[in-house]
């Protein structure tokens, strides 16, 4: 079956303990992105990768790391968490398209972290 | 700016009605536009993309329309369902592999 994992679903830190936030795709897509979710708010982009080895800032990066050795992984890394950080983050991950091209685009089951 | 605006915030129905939902954009340069389901909790699923080139896509009780020149597209759901309450997102393509979000549409279904 075709999906995008995230672990854990649900985590309660404190301010300053790093996390890391795991995600894995089985599609063998290139292109893989991280979103946080808070209310009122749409999808905001916090970093994205086009391949292996290949990384960038989004929209809200600041306080978040990202790493992607391998094609199918994209940890997300908290390596401070401040309770601004509170949020329901989302994992994706699609084919990388052209400029027309629309792929589409798949989401893991969410992570609600809660930073104290 | 680059910007997806959904309207309304919310939205109560009962079970049977139709109902649709809004999107304006102003996302330049636009490549495709798509809506997805959220399920309270979940992540979201995809309903529908659509290029500039088409007008319309349906997808079951959802059809999807889209208009280019005024950069609006709607949601309309026929004969709802209880379990089609859930938050309905729109999404623009602003260009290559960028998505601006909408802030989605809480659709709330009464039996």
């Known amino acids: 079956e075709a999906q995008v994992t995230q672990n854990p679903r649900y985590l309660i830190t404190v301010t300053g303990k790093k996390l890391t936030v795991t995600c894995s795709q089985n599609m063998n897509h290139e292109y893989m992105s991280w979103y946080r979710q808070d209310p009122g708010l749409g999808l905001r982009q916090i970093y994205y990768s086009m391949n292996v080895e290949v990384t960038d800032k989004g929209d809200v990066p600041e306080g978040y790391k990202v790493s992607r050795k391998e094609k199918r992984n994209f940890p997300l890394i908290l390596e401070s968490p401040s309770p601004n950080q509170t949020s329901l983050y989302f994992c994706?991950?699609?084919?990388?398209?052209?400029?027309?091209?629309?792929?589409?685009?798949?989401f893991g089951p969410g992570t609600r972290l809660t930073v104290t | 700016k680059n910007q997806v605006e959904q309207s309304p915030q919310s939205l109560i129905i009962l079970e049977g009605k139709n109902c649709t939902l809004q999107?304006?954009?102003?996302?330049?340069?636009?490549?495709?536009l798509r809506w997805y389901k959220q399920d309270t909790g979940r992540g979201p699923v995809s309903l529908t993309i659509m290029t500039f080139s088409e007008n319309t896509k349906s997808n079951g009780r959802y059809t999807a329309t889209l208009d280019a020149d005024t950069k609006q597209s709607s949601l309309h759901i026929t004969a709802s369902q209880l379990s089609d309450s859930a938050s309905y997102i729109c999404v623009v393509s602003g260009g290559y592999n960028k998505l601006i979000f909408g802030a989605g549409t809480r659709l709330a279904v009464h039996p």
């Open positions: 999107c304006n954009y102003t996302v330049s340069p636009f490549s495709n």
């Open positions: 994706a991950s699609r084919r990388l398209a052209g400029q027309l091209a629309s792929y589409e685009q798949y």
